[in-house]
């Protein structure tokens, strides 16, 4: 049987936070006072990093989805907010709507043919699925894996209301500097360098947890071993 043709390579962890986090830190940070940039054209260019970057991913790998429309919207959004020298309160309530939206959305996705638990970790880059499937048939056990997913689905929604709150907290804690001023984006560009250990660690916990509970019942419902469950490439 040929093999099926590789799904177009992702960038790298350290690509990503690169471009989506160090250098519009550093802009933010370092680059804001009006001897460099200034605050104006701080945050443009800063922004102009994970903009550029995800039109770049998009047309390289020709997929798109709703979480990557909502980043995009996300940064369009806190550049106008802060060009337009708005309130940070509009900043941190934009910072908690994006993921609590995505966790609002999770849920409701239970009740719809197409859980969004499928997009998250039970998926077909991740995990066998139809050989999953097949033995959960074999097994009769489709109705107790469906309760599984359901609570690792209660997990993440979990993991993005923990982000919203931590998004809000941080921009509240951070931003109070009058917007405009250069000591404003130094703190935009903290509040950004800081996301990743404050908000995106614990959430990813969060979620690892998540699968580690679906794998643990799917092994316990199917008596598949971990690397039967999970995609492994055998390269020899």
Do not use: W
Request: charge should be neutral.
């Amino acid at each position: 049987m040929p093999e099926q043709a590789p799904n177009k390579p992702r960038h790298s962890v350290i690509v990503n936070l690169l471009f989506n986090i160090i250098i519009p830190t550093l802009i933010l940070t370092k680059l804001s006072s009006e001897a460099y940039l200034g605050p104006s054209y701080s945050i443009v260019i800063a922004l102009a990093f994970p903009l550029g970057f995800g039109v770049y991913d998009f047309v390289k790998t020709r997929r798109a989805n709703m979480f990557a429309i909502l980043g995009f919207i996300s940064v369009l959004l806190t550049g106008g907010i802060s060009l337009l020298e708005l309130d940070a309160e509009y900043i941190a309530i934009k910072e908690a709507s994006i993921p609590a939206l995505i966790g609002i959305a999770t849920l409701i996705s239970l009740y719809t043919p197409y859980p969004l638990i499928k997009t998250f970790i039970f998926n077909d880059e991740i995990i066998d699925t139809e050989k999953v499937t097949s033995a959960l048939n074999k097994h009769n056990s489709g109705a107790m894996f469906q309760k599984a997913l359901q609570t690792a689905t209660y997990m993440i929604a979990f993991s993005f209301f923990l982000s919203a709150t931590l998004n809000y907290a941080l921009a509240k804690i951070l931003l109070v500097s009058p917007p405009g001023s250069a000591e404003y984006s130094a703190e935009l560009g903290k509040m950004t360098g800081l996301s990743f250990p404050v908000i995106a660690l614990p959430c990813t916990i969060v979620m690892l947890g998540a699968m580690f509970y679906l794998v643990k019942r799917i092994e316990k419902l199917t008596a598949l071993s971990f690397e039967d469950i999970f995609k492994i490439n055998q390269e020899s």
